[in-house]
């Protein structure tokens, strides 16, 4: 194959700042999709940059030939697929790299690829990766962050753990909820994949019971510490308890 990769920007550039940006989210698409073929990155070097309407980059390969050749044809396959509205082979990970704010175009020898115009409508479709939908959840109330913004998160019995943003007339029912098992209501913001939500927004929140605390040590503590029955028996008791209202 050729010696150098040719690429262009097919849309229309305006100032230095953008064009830096694009060029800087280029390499991250050629760092990208040589790391996840090969597990290093594809250096290449510029060799000459065209400023004039489209922008032209030509670059040369540091790397080896096949592993760049496995990039060009990786790049140009998942370019063919999106142009197309098909859902390509790339990961999602490496998908998102393609967005490089402007449509391109890449030759390197035989391999000649072009984005259409709906290639990044397309590809933004391949990305959208969430849904939103009315859940209730519940578990336990811990961690509640009122600095950078007022979110707790909750523990559920299975599953992971759910951050709930709140408003602030919520706070004073949030902070009382704190260490309780509850349910929390509200739109659920759920990533493909996944059955449990990532975040949800508060809409309701009740509280079901507290949660008995128990004893930090055991020891100094004799029966009459525990009603009269023995250490172990206490922790079984409140091992029981605890059961029961996670149950």
Same mark, same amino acid.
């Given at each position: ?13 305006s100032g230095l700042k953008r064009l830096a940006e694009s060029m800087s989210k280029f390499q991250g698409l050629l760092d990208a999709c040589s790391e996840h073929l090969n597990g ?15 922008? &032209?980059?030509?670059?040369? %390969? @540091?790397?080896?030939? /096949?592993?760049?050749? *496995?990039?060009?044809? $990786?790049?140009?396959?998942? +370019? ?70 007022? &979110?707790?998160?909750?523990? %559920? @019995?299975?599953?992971? /753990?759910?951050?709930? *943003?709140?408003?602030? $007339?919520?706070?004073?029912? +949030? ?73």
């Amino acid at each position: 194959m050729s010696d150098f990769l040719k690429a262009r920007f097919l849309d229309e550039l305006s100032g230095l700042k953008r064009l830096a940006e694009s060029m800087s989210k280029f390499q991250g698409l050629l760092d990208a999709c040589s790391e996840h073929l090969n597990g290093s990155k594809a250096d290449f070097s510029l060799v000459s940059m065209a400023k004039n309407s489209p922008v &032209e980059l030509v670059l040369a %390969p @540091k790397s080896a030939s /096949p592993a760049v050749d *496995r990039v060009m044809q $990786f790049i140009n396959e998942t +370019v063919r697929d999106v142009n197309q509205g098909l859902k390509p082979k790339c990961p999602q990970r490496q998908l998102r790299s393609f967005l490089v704010g402007t449509r391109f175009s890449i030759g390197y020898g035989a391999i000649q690829a072009e984005t259409s115009e709906l290639f990044e409508s397309n590809l933004r479709g391949l990305l959208r990766r969430e849904r939103r939908e009315f859940q209730t959840v519940r578990g336990t109330i811990e961690a509640i962050d009122i600095h950078d913004k007022l &979110e707790f998160r909750i523990f %559920p @019995k299975l599953g992971k /753990p759910v951050r709930c *943003r709140f408003e602030e $007339f919520q706070f004073g029912q +949030v902070q009382k909820a704190i260490g309780k098992i509850a349910e929390v209501t509200g739109v659920a913001l759920v990533f493909k994949g996944d059955t449990e939500p990532t975040v949800l927004k508060v809409e309701a929140l009740k509280v079901l019971e507290s949660i008995p605390a128990p004893p930090k040590t055991l020891r100094g503590l004799g029966a009459r510490d525990y009603a009269g029955i023995d250490s172990v028996a206490h922790v079984r008791s409140v091992r029981a308890e605890l059961e029961r209202g996670l149950g």
